[in-house]
């Protein structure tokens, strides 16, 4: 995934900071307080029963006999306003105006997220966590994204 953040002054930079879901003010509002164009008009990202915004999801699918099949699917969907995460990147850079892109990388290391209790998530035993029912996997999850983040130049 790459993403483009126009018109950032130039300047000497030492860290980076973005939030994963949003705060709770916003996460009080409905896709209908929103124009149809706008990313919070999407009511697929939207838990109607727990009134707020799904802030992330990770899903996809295993190989649980390592023969190339990837048959097991998992499902993670972190919301609710306790799991909103900021995360702050510590890493000095300079934005030169003068350069037609100044690009800085961020990475997200699944290994580092995928763990709780110290110990990597087993896939096929949590295959899924998505509301108040698995607040435990769910907490694990987003106090690890601070670690699995990571900035580079």
Do not use: C
Request: aromatic share 12%; proline share 6%; no cysteine.
């Amino acid at each position: 995934m790459q993403l483009s953040i126009p018109k950032v002054k130039t300047g000497d930079y030492t860290s980076l900071e973005f939030g994963i879901g949003l705060p709770a003010a916003v996460n009080a509002t409905k896709p209908a307080d929103y124009p149809s164009n706008h990313p919070l008009a999407d009511a697929g990202n939207y838990w109607a029963g727990w009134n707020g915004y799904i802030f992330s999801k990770m899903e996809g699918k295993v190989d649980s006999v390592a023969n190339g099949v990837f048959a097991s699917g998992f499902t993670f969907h972190t919301g609710l306003d306790p799991y909103y995460r900021v995360v702050k990147l510590k890493l000095p850079f300079e934005v030169d105006g003068l350069k037609a892109a100044n690009t800085v990388t961020v990475s997200l290391d699944l290994k580092k997220l995928f763990v709780l209790g110290g110990q990597p998530i087993d896939l096929f035993e949590i295959s899924q966590a998505h509301g108040p029912a698995n607040e435990a996997v769910i907490s694990g999850l987003v106090n690890n994204y601070q670690s699995a983040f990571s900035i580079q130049l």
